[in-house]
C-alpha cells in the first residue's frame, strides 16, 4: 500500500519519534523511506541564508539517520527541500517529486488557539499535500489516574 513514505523531519525530538512509526509501516509494506528536510531560507539581505543557525549539524544528524536506517536494511535516501517556502509546501513539493504514498510528521500536538498563533507543519500538511499524512504527537508524561473508585460499604 506504501510503496515511498516521506519521513518529515527537521532533527528534532519531535520528528525522532516518529522515526519508529516510519519504520514499522516500512517494514510492514517493503516500502523505501525518504527522510525530507526541508531547509527553509531567508532572503534579502541575508542573501539565501539557513533560517536555522545550526543547519549544518541538522544535516549531518539526518544523514546519519539516513545511513543507520540503510544498515538496519531499509531502503532509505535524504531529500533536501530548500528554498524560501513555507516549511510544508517544501515537504509536500518534495514528497510529491518522489511520488509519495504517506508523509509521516512528528507534531507538538497544539491545537485550538495555540496551533492557530503559532502554525503548524502537520495541519499545514494537511492542506497542501497530495497524500495522506500521518501525524505523530509528543509523548504524553504519565497518564492520567484512574477515577477512584466509589465505596459502597458501610465502614
Known sequence: MFETIVWATDGSELADRALPYVTE???????????VHANELLHGRYGGAPLLADEPDLRVKIEHQVETLRTDGYAAELELATGSGDVAGLIAKAARSVQADLI???????GGFVAA????VARALL???WCPVLAIPPARGAEAPEPEEATTGVA
Open 25 to 35: 509501516l516500512a517494514r510492514l509494506h517493503g516500502s523505501k523511506i525518504v527522510a
Open 104 to 110: 509521516v510528521v512528528g507534531t507538538h500536538g497544539h
Open 117 to 120: 498563533v503559532l502554525g503548524s
Open 127 to 129: 492542506h497542501t499535500a
